[in-house]
């Protein structure tokens, strides 16, 4: 059961890390709704836009000219809080190797216990993370989606969620996956163990005891 409970942990923490990262470098936070214009497809993200013309065959970026010029809220927060949760989920997922008995590092069960002690708490706090910026994005890309709608503009490109927001909802997921089960490798860590001990064989003195 230990070793279970290890693999799903490292494999939930690898997902995390791997997803939050890749919900930030592929970009694609929103896109064209199925009641808009369809010549192209529309990508739009926390770094800029990008248009697939289906007539050239051509994909062309247009990233925002200033990080530093004033954006919506839901850009900024969603941006902090994705990219606190992928540095997060690095150090727990480090942390989690140390803690695991079958990695080296360290030895000692204290220490392993630390480890996998900071492995939960970094994972639950990059689950945290990506929960409130992946909540904050949706209610933004909600509130304007239902503007759009409200203007009744005939081919208007509105937009929906895209595949960059679900990949932030599975790294929180498995954010969240991996510190229940570290959790889990800190309680077994705890257990007694109750398997019989073995008294060393001896020419001890046997005593019989009679009652009458």
Known sequence: MGTASSLIAIFSGALSLVCTVGSLCTDCW???SKGSVVLSVRCRGLWGECVWDKFVKLWT???FSSYLNPHPAAIVVTRASLITAAITSAGAFLCLLM??????????????RRC???SVGFYLLAGLLSC??????CVYVFSQHQYEVSLRIPGFPSFEYGYSLWMAVAGNLAAITAAITSYHQVVL????DTSPATEPAGN???TTH???
């Open 30 to 32: 929103q896109v064209n």
């Open 132 to 137: 409130v910026g992946v909540a904050r994005y």
């Open 210 to 212: 009679t009652y009458v």
């Open 61 to 63: 970026c247009d990233v």
């Open 99 to 112: 803690g695991c008995r079958h990695f080296g590092g360290c030895q000692e069960p204290p220490s392993k």
């Open 189 to 192: 860590s705890k257990a007694p």
């Open 116 to 118: 996998l002690w900071l």
């Open 204 to 206: 001890g003195i046997r």
